[in-house]
Antibody
Framework: QVQLQESGPGLVKPSQPLSLSCTVSGGSINSGDYYWTWIRQPPGKGLEWIGYIYSSGSTYYNPSLKSRVTISLDTSKNQFSLKLSSVTAADTAVYYC????????????WGQGTLVTVSS | DIQMTQSPSSVSASVGDRVTITCRASQGISSWLAWYQQKPGKAPKLLIYAASSLQSGVPSRFSGSGSGTDFTLTISSLQPEDFAAYYCQQANSFPVTFGQGTRLEIK
């Protein structure tokens, strides 16, 4: 059973980068069994998919955020990370890490989510 | 991007009621659709995948149907723990997109 846990600052200043990590347990980030993704949800609003990374290091980002997003792997820590540059108040959201089984695109494992507020 | 439109945005119902939520895709997505349940302060939970397949551990009162552009989620007999928000998600093409959500409230 895969378990995911987000970590990172809860408050980020406008124009600064947002950086979050997701620690994976119960499975290896290198296994190729899963795609590792980030999804966000502004307070009181719906879900927005940010992007994924695969064990090979290949990535795909939502075109709406592509110019500002980087997702990377840290295999030594069994983690993957999100970096979102030049944040504004519109980036205030609960950020979830999630995974889906290779061959599907259904998010079957989720972290608990972490609220990131962009404010000076 | 494929736009997903859910209706209604909110619905009030009573324990024991049968409830149906619909989701329409802006273009055909075959059966590449999932449904999620989200309770306040919690992550979404996968209920249905491939339009009609029940995720392991999900009660059988939940069912999904549809293909192409029109899909439904049905809860056959509402239980107190079912009052939550529900989202559809298309898995046909990237970027993955979600519906805006349906809030299921107690009448």
């Amino acid at each position: 059973q895969v378990q995911l846990q987000e970590s990172g600052p809860g408050l980020v200043k406008p124009s600064q980068p947002l950086s979050l990590s997701c620690t994976v347990s119960g499975g290896s980030i290198n296994s190729g069994d899963y795609y590792w993704t980030w999804i966000r949800q502004p307070p009181g609003k719906g879900l927005e998919w940010i992007g994924y990374i695969y064990s090979s290091g290949s990535t795909y980002y939502n075109p709406s955020l592509k110019s500002r997003v980087t997702i990377s792997l840290d295999t030594s820590k069994n983690q993957f990370s999100l970096k979102l540059s030049s944040v504004t108040a519109a980036d205030t959201a609960v950020y979830y890490c999630a995974s889906y089984t290779t061959g599907t695109t259904y998010f079957d494992y989720w972290g608990q989510g972490t609220l990131v507020t962009v404010s000076s | 991007d494929i736009q997903m439109t859910q209706s209604p945005s909110s619905v009030s119902a009573s324990v024991g009621d049968r409830v149906t939520i619909t989701c329409r895709a802006s273009q055909g997505i075959s059966s590449w659709l999932a449904w999620y349940q989200q309770k306040p302060g919690k992550a979404p939970k996968l209920l249905i995948y491939a339009a009609s397949s029940l995720q392991s551990g999900v009660p059988s009162r939940f069912s999904g149907s549809g293909s192409g552009t029109d899909f439904t989620l049905t809860i056959s007999s509402l239980q107190p723990e079912d009052f939550a928000a529900y989202y559809c998600q298309q898995a046909n093409s990237f970027p993955v997109t979600f519906g805006q959500g349906t809030r299921l409230e107690i009448k």
